[in-house]
Structure formats: C-alpha cells, structure tokens
Nanobody, 125 residues
Framework: QLQASGGGLVQAGDSLRLSCAAS?????????????MGWFRQAPGKEREFVAA??????YSSDSVKGRFTISRDNAKNTVYLQMNSLKPEDTAVYYC?????????????????WGQGTQVTVSS
C-alpha cells in the first residue's frame, strides 16, 4: 500500500513537500529499498505524466521540474518524498506516488505496479 500526503493550496513561488509512505507485505524493511519509487501527476483533461523517480540513490526528474523539485527516500521509514520549490500554476495536478521492481523506463507509467491514491496540489497565481 502506498499512501501519499502533503498536498494543498499554495501560491506561486511557494513550496510543498509530498510524502509517500509504503506499507504492507510488499514493502517491508528489507524490500522497500529495492523498489524504484516515482512521482507522477495528472492535471484535468491531461494524461498522467512523469515527475521524478529514484532508484537506490539515483534520481531522475522531468525537464519541467528540474531544478525545482527534488525526490528523496528514507528507507528506514519506507517513505519517499517530493520537495517542490518555486511552484507554478502549471504544477497544479493530482500527484501520485508509484513503485515497481526492476523498472527499465522510469518515465513510463506502465512500468509501475503499485500506485497510491493521489494528493491534490493547487498553485494559485
């Protein structure tokens, strides 16, 4: 199970930190760090798009958020974070965390086997 939290309504230029806690038999202390963890987002009327991912300590992010968003993970807490700075109105979306083993293409939604319920981020201008 993946539980995302931390969304909210903020103004342009503000920051938010999203958290995604992994639990259950799939994500125990010994296996969580072996999973690729990703963040995706979906705005109304648009397809779900890749935001960032982390494999072990290697991170990847989309061009649209590079330099503003940072993904990190705390394996001791089975949690992945998305620090979002300098938020823009175009960052408004539902943000989903996802996980998968042995992912080949981190930007592909189809590679991830597990998804959280999503958390709304709204950035006003």
């Amino acid at each position: 199970q993946l539980q995302a939290s931390g969304g909210g309504l903020v103004q342009a230029g503000d920051s938010l930190r999203l958290s995604c806690a992994a639990s259950g038999r799939t994500f125990n202390t010994y296996t969580f760090n072996t999973y690729t963890m990703g963040w995706f987002r979906q705005a109304p009327g648009k397809e779900r798009e890749f935001v960032a991912a982390i494999i072990w300590s290697n991170s990847y992010s989309s061009d649209s958020v590079k330099g503003r968003f940072t993904i990190s993970r705390d394996n001791a807490k089975n949690t992945v974070y998305l620090q979002m700075n300098s938020l823009k109105p175009e960052d408004t979306a539902v943000y989903y965390c996802a996980a998968g083993p042995a992912i080949r293409v981190v930007r592909s939604v189809h590679e991830y086997a597990y998804w959280g319920q999503g958390t709304q981020v709204t950035v006003s201008s």
